[in-house]
């Protein structure tokens, strides 16, 4: 079904990514991608390498620092600092960060 314009149309898959400092795990950029209805979804390697991208040209961070690593939407919650244990490659509070 071809969606009525100005409508926003029906996602049926959605993935979110965050890009973050390899040093120490601040996150740079959170990159949401979203599959409408009846869309082939594209490829996670691509969704991948749009952040990368995305964070490179908008924070000027070099390619080589920085990682990406897809989250649920639950572990970023609105209102709480978040960062990437760099060592256990999982989202944790701001202050839980490097706790072992």
């Not at 926003?8 to 209805?37: L, Q």
């Not at 080589?64 to 760099?86: F, K």
């Amino acid at each position: 079904m071809k969606p009525k314009p100005g409508l926003v149309p029906e996602t049926e898959t959605s993935a979110t990514f965050v890009v973050y400092d390899t040093a120490d795990g601040t996150i740079v950029h959170r990159h949401k991608v979203t599959t409408p209805v009846g869309s082939a979804e594209g490829r996670r390697e691509d969704a991948e390498e749009a952040a990368l991208n995305y964070a490179h040209r908008i924070t000027g961070t070099q390619r080589d620092r920085i990682a990406v690593l897809q989250v649920a939407d639950d572990e970023l919650r609105p209102g709480v600092e978040s960062r990437v244990d760099v060592e256990t490659r999982r989202v944790v509070r701001a202050d839980e960060a490097g706790r072992a």
